[in-house]
Each structure stands twice: as C-alpha cells, then as structure tokens.
C-alpha cells in the first residue's frame, strides 16, 4: 500500500504524509493498494464464511473486508465496536413515494455511534495508533466528531473537536462530550474549522481525522462491500448518497471500481449524489460543467450534516462517482428533504434530515427521467433518527414542511377508558 498524489501521481510511503495528507505538488492523496495475488471469487467465499465469526475483528462489518481495505495494518492496531454489519432493507411504500420500481435503503445509522462515519473512523484511528498517535482530532459538522470521541475512547486515546458554534445538532454535540472528547467550539463555518486543524495539527501532535484523511475513504469502502454481499454481488441499478464533505462519495465510487478491478461483480452501478440546494457546491459544479469547484461563502441547510461549503475531496468524488460510475448529481430543497424524512420515519426505519436528502433526490431524479422509474436503487441512509431531534419537533411543528406528521398524543389528566376509546378508535 502506498499513497498517490491524485494530480501528478507521486507515490509516498504510508508513514511519509500526514498532516494533512497532501502531496508537495498540493494534491490530494489516495491510498492504492496492489491487487496482484487476490483472487475474487475466493475473497468472496472468504468474506461469507466470515459471517459466522461473533466476537474477531472478522465480525466487524469493515475488517470483515481487511484485504481490500488494510491487508498491512497489524492485527495488533485494529479499533472496533463491530461497526458495518448495518441493515439492507427493500421498502415498497418509499419506492412508491420515490417513483421508482425497486427501493432498497442501506441504514448505515446502525453503526455503534448512530451514522456512517463509524466504517471510516475505525480505519482511521486505527492507522494513527500503529504511526505512534495518542491524540486524535477532526473538524466535525457532529457525526464525525461523535465517532471519533467514540472509536479514541475505546482505544484508551484522547480526542479533540472543533465544531463549529451554530447549526450544529445539540445530540450530537452532547454524545461527542459524553464520549470524553474535548470539544473547541468556534465561530465560524466547518470549512474554516478544517483549514486551521489542517494547519496546525502536526505541531499540536494530533492526528487528523478529517475526510481528507486517505483512510477513512478506506474504510468506508465497505458500505458498498457490504451492499454487494448482501446482495450476493448482483448490484442494484443506482446507489444514492447525500453529499457534503463528499467522502462517501468518493468511497462508494473507489469501492466500486476495485470490485469491478478483482472481479467481484460483473454490474457497475451509477452514483448520484444529492446536496442540499443551500450548500451544493458540487451539483453546481457538475451542472455547469465547470472544470473547479466554486465554494459557496455562507452555506445553510437544516441538513446540518451536509452544512458544508467547501468540500476538500471534490476531485475525488469527481473523478470516482461521477468519471468512473457515470454519476449524476442533484439539488434538494431542506422541505423536500424533510418530506422524504417524514415518510422514512415513517416507514420504520427512520433516520436524520441529510440522510432523507438521499430518498428525496432519487425521487427528483426519477421525476425528471434522469433515473429510469423501471430501475432498482439503494439509498445510504446515513445517520440516525435520534441524532437530531430538534428536526423532529420542527417536523411537528410545522415549521420545515407542510408537515403529515402532526404528533398523536393523547393528553388525558384522569385516563379515561371513553377519552381512550375514542383516541384510539378516531385514528
Ligand atoms: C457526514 C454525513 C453526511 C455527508 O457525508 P460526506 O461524506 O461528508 O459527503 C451525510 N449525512 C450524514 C448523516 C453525515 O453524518
Ligand atoms: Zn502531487
């Protein structure tokens, strides 16, 4: 394994670059690994004969993947809470909604800290610790820094955040201290928070784990291992994912092309990629067919996850889910995107707003024949219900959308059979 500089193709050894991981010409770097010696077809027998392991790493739902993923790390350094291992779930209601034949949603708000930042996160501690590292640190828009406060907790490190001090989700902030992290909280936009830790970081001696740490699209390359597992390697037409920092993105579009590379699966499914229409820098991009990224100053979704102006990787993503898979990109409005989160709530399953923005752009994309209605799609549900429950309240109070979701709640002092009765039978 080795790093590449994405722009002139310099190769460094793992242990040359870090913070931050760009190369002397200022590119971003990759991680690329040698496939040579990997047969496929037994790496496939090998992943489902893992599925019966409880307790390894093997049990883990991204070191289950190791060989595609860290085949050099040492046992010894593996951080786990058996992250991945996350629902594939087909629901015929939100097809229906979306507009399409087949809907299956991949709830990565299973993960052990509530979103997808878990399969990357675990990689990412994991590298600092074999380099020596005992302090950790990223600039968080809130799942980021909850997993990190999590994953450096259990491998008995310290973590330090910065979150940015407005339109941020007060769970999240709460789980990030309850895990023992130190949070630095600022003024100021995730995109300044990240060029000062990127800055600085090395003399402070933490590890970066921001997106732009080449390890954490390693790892969470295993949401689209695990999709083609479940799926018995017979992938769906579509896979659709919100876009912020673009990290998943780019490590479903990188997960894709190393598959389809081992020959692991004959179909390669298209990336979109859905923004919220306030911070959509990338879709703008696509759409206009502009050669770079124009940041946007002041970016606003009540999408917090995705509240992000300037997203760092945006080559990447470009160049894996949008080049390589013939990806498409769309905008969202926050109403549609909480529409869609009502009808996910729903459903069961539930989830946070930017993770809606997933069902909602397919919805967009479907209504405009931009994604044929006879396809099949899986969504990346990509945080958890419970993460921001002030957009539930908003939800019910009508605030985001015209909202179906008013709350049933029966309020009755003395608890009445008739008052019950009559709550019960009006529904
Ligand atoms: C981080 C995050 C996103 C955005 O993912 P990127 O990899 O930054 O594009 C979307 N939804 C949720 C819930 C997130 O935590
Ligand atoms: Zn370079």
């Excluded at 770097?29 to 489902?48: C, W």
């Excluded at 201290?177 to 300044?192: H, R, W």
């Excluded at 069961?348 to 099949?376: F, H």
């Excluded at 799609?377 to 993460?387: E, N």
Aim: glycine share 8%; proline share 4%; hydrophobic share 40%.
């Amino acid at each position: 394994m080795k790093f590449v500089c994405l722009d002139c193709e310099r190769a460094y050894r793992l242990e040359e670059r870090r913070n931050p991981f760009v190369c002397d010409c200022g590119g971003l770097l990759e991680v690329r690994q040698d496939y040579r010696g990997l047969d496929g077809e037994r790496l496939k027998l090998e992943f489902d004969n893992r599925l019966a392991d409880r307790m390894s790493s093997w049990a883990s739902g991204v070191w289950r993947y190791k060989e595609l993923i860290a085949p050099e790390l040492p046992d010894a350094y593996i951080t786990s809470r058996y992250e991945g291992n996350t629902g594939l779930y087909p629901s015929a209601t939100l097809a229906e909604f979306a507009g399409v034949r087949g809907l299956m949603l991949k709830a990565q708000s299973e993960n052990p800290s509530g979103s997808f930042k878990d399969n990357g996160m675990a990689v990412a501690v994991s590298y600092g610790r074999s380099l020596g590292y005992r302090r950790f640190t990223c600039t968080s828009t809130g799942n980021t820094s909850s997993s990190l406060a999590m994953y450096a907790a259990w491998a008995g490190c310290s973590s330090y955040v910065f979150l940015p001090k407005h339109h941020i989700s007060m769970n999240k902030v709460l789980q990030t201290l309850a895990y023992g992290a130190q949070v630095i909280s600022f003024e100021g936009t995730y995109d300044d928070g990240i060029r000062f830790s990127e800055l600085h970081s090395e003399q402070l001696g933490l590890y970066v784990c921001n997106s732009i740490n080449p390890f954490r699209i390693e790892g969470q390359k295993s949401i689209v291992f695990e999709i083609a597992q479940q799926l018995r390697w017979q992938m769906p037409d579509w896979i659709v994912v919100p876009g912020g920092a673009l990290s998943n993105a780019t490590a479903l579009g990188k997960g894709l092309y190393e598959l389809k590379e081992l020959g692991m699966i004959d179909k390669l499914p298209r990336v979109a990629v859905v923004q919220a229409e306030g911070a959509s820098p990338f879709h703008q991009m696509v759409a206009q067919g502009d050669a770079q990224l124009k940041p946007v100053r002041n970016p606003y979704t009540r999408a917090t996850a995705m509240n992000i102006g300037n997203p760092p990787s945006w080559k990447k993503a470009l160049q894996y889910a949008i080049k390589y898979t013939k990806g498409v990109t769309v905008s969202v409005t926050d109403e549609e995107i909480m529409l869609a989160k009502d009808r996910i709530d729903r459903s069961g399953i539930g989830c946070e707003p930017a993770s809606a923005a997933s069902v909602a752009g397919l919805k967009k994309l479907a209504a405009a024949g931009i994604i044929d209605k006879e396809c099949t799609a899986v969504c990346l549900l990509t945080g958890h219900i419970l993460k921001d429950t002030e957009a539930i309240e908003a939800l019910y109070k009508g605030t985001l959308a015209p909202s179906e979701a008013a709350p049933s709640v029966l309020h009755t002092p003395d608890l009445t059979l008739d008052e019950v009765r009559r709550f019960i039978t009006e529904l």
